[in-house]
DNA sequence: ATGAGGGCATAAGCTGGGCTGATGAGTGAG
DNA sequence: CTCACTCATCAGCCCAGCTTATGCCCTCAT
């Protein structure tokens, strides 16, 4: 069995155009002409010309027709925007994080998170903030609950995000989101093919493919399967949850991994949910903020954007922040 | 009301490295070592460092901690790389989208695509295609579904993609995935905090932001929509699918859109789904290819490669692959 | 202890992609 | 007819990033 082949496979710079280009090709999409795409990113317009020529022509595909009065996307130019799109907002999300991250102490607006929130979630918060209030400078931390907390306490955070059962003492906290765990497995497994619920005892019992110790997603499975006999010896243990995905793509067996993280994977059918009975793998992702200093201000317009409807029997906590 | 400040904000290559450098980031992540990826990416050593060094200096973050027997991500680094891979992800799409449109007519898999699937789904199974069997030749022709039928028929292509309520005759026909619509608002609409479903009667009394006539979307809200006495008039008609989107989001009102056009949205937040009774949103999404000429060879590992385990509830199509 | 080997940094020199600015040509409106 | 808009072409320049060569640091095995 040779399942680490995760060498990347050829360069994509070569084939894939630049963020400037994609960006470019976005405007001219939006403006209908490159002069005008040109002008919005602060480029001449021979600069425009040339460059979507040499998208076109590494690409080998024509992708703006251009006439006398302007440009509009041939079909398969379209479709290109389309997938450019998806990389341009990934790095919007990568900026806004990297913005956060490197942002100083003085910032406005501290925020400390736990790593699955700043993974996933922060990154568009941010860009939704961005665009709601422009000049709000973010400043991210990110770590473990203790820290979050300690930061907060600390006056050196004005806004934290937690995962896990328990709101550290001292916090008031508001649920902003679930992580759902959800059980996947290569689109080859046996299981792929299931129809009826796997028992909670029948998963305690399987080997699975799992990060190791001390991974917040572990720590919840683990409490979840407790009463059914505990989590059964990992059939491989990873590093990474990169590559505790590829090795349940690769159909090394099946695994339990945050909703979060195998989204795209379940989209595209390269992994493969598999409905679960008996156990309840979900685990709440909090706002978090010192008691009684109800989050104002900057921090009050990002948790404003966190707020999520109330999941349908999620009755069990308050239906407005509330302090703890 | 100015809702037409979609001009997209700074431009991202300055701050963003280019699509090299985040394969050099991850390559360093996977391998713990510069002049290992420099290695892997058929780059020299010194390039790999300049090239972290210089994103360091860019970013204004330390990624990685060089020590005399390795490097490793430093906590920024790891985040960074996270989300660096999301782009690299979508790179991916990006490059094996590209390549299946620039194929010749002469390639081994010909597949002709309706545009939801082309866009949406078709580089995710290619990226897996690619995986698997990594020199077939893949080309793509993107189009409706006559188009599609046509192309088949023709036998210049080899396996189809259709959506939609009806199977173009003289095909055979397996659905692989299911389009589903939801009806979205923007975070600060009542609809958003709405937990009682919206009755399918007064979703037709409500004014929409919707695309053209014409678009798949509406035609599928038009026929859900007839037995409660219709779509009432727009609120605003929009000519693509990202401009509803922003309009939307910036509060403009509900619009009804594909599941797979707003997962990103709906993650995070910056849209919510409203849940709706009595009416049924979806489309089918099928594989189609002429009738009698069940798929094999290549055809066949693409669609092995779509094949989504049976919904719950779904009970009216066959549970395999089935003639028409 | 000492040399080998792997890891990283620095320096010098080259190359080419991509920019600007000027210019020309096609089209449609007034 | 002329203006205003579009895009293409050309010449020249600049700098980001590459390679090769070298040196330092650390560890491990002999």
Do not use: C
């Not at 003492?169 to 959800?182: I, M, Y």
């Not at 379940?266 to 949910?273: G, Y």
Request: net charge positive.
């Amino acid at each position: 069995m040779s399942e680490e082949h995760e060498g990347r496979s050829v360069r994509l710079g070569d084939r894939v155009p630049d963020l400037a280009g994609l960006q470019l090709l976005l405007a001219v999409a939006r403006l209908g002409s490159l002069g005008g795409a040109a002008r919005e990113l602060g480029i001449s317009q021979p600069a425009a010309s040339g460059r979507i020529r040499s998208m076109e022509r590494r690409l080998g595909l024509a992708l703006v027709d251009r006439s006398p009065r302007g440009s509009r996307l041939t079909d398969s130019g379209a479709l290109v925007t389309d997938w450019a799109r998806r990389i341009v907002e990934a790095a919007e999300a990568f900026d806004a994080g990297a913005e956060a991250l490197r942002g100083r102490r003085d910032s406005r607006l501290r925020v400390a998170a736990s790593l699955t929130v700043a993974e996933y979630l922060l990154p568009g918060w941010l860009i939704a903030l961005r665009r709601g209030r422009p000049d709000t400078a973010v400043s991210l931390q990110a770590g473990n609950s203790t820290m979050v907390a300690e930061r907060l306490l600390a006056h050196e955070a004005d806004l934290g995000f937690v995962e896990g059962p328990a709101v550290p003492p001292g916090l008031g906290a508001a649920v902003v989101a679930q992580d759902r765990l959800v059980v996947v497995v290569g689109a080859g497994h046996p299981w792929a093919k299931r129809r009826r619920p796997v028992p909670a005892a029948e998963l305690a019992t399987t080997g699975l493919i799992l990060r190791e110790e001390g991974s917040g997603t572990r720590q919840v499975l683990d409490a979840a399967l407790a009463p059914h006999g505990g989590l059964a010896p990992p059939l491989l243990e990873l590093a990474s949850t990169t590559a505790v995905k590829a090795a349940v793509v690769s159909g090394a067996g099946p695994s339990v991994l945050s909703e979060l993280a195998v989204g795209e994977e379940l989209a595209a059918h390269r992994l493969v949910k598999v409905p679960v009975e008996g156990v309840r793998l979900r685990r709440d992702l909090r706002a978090v903020w010192p008691t009684g200093h109800r989050p104002t201000g900057p921090a009050r317009d990002l948790l404003s954007l966190t707020r999520r409807p109330p999941g349908p029997g999620g009755a069990a906590q308050s239906s407005g922040p509330r302090e703890a």
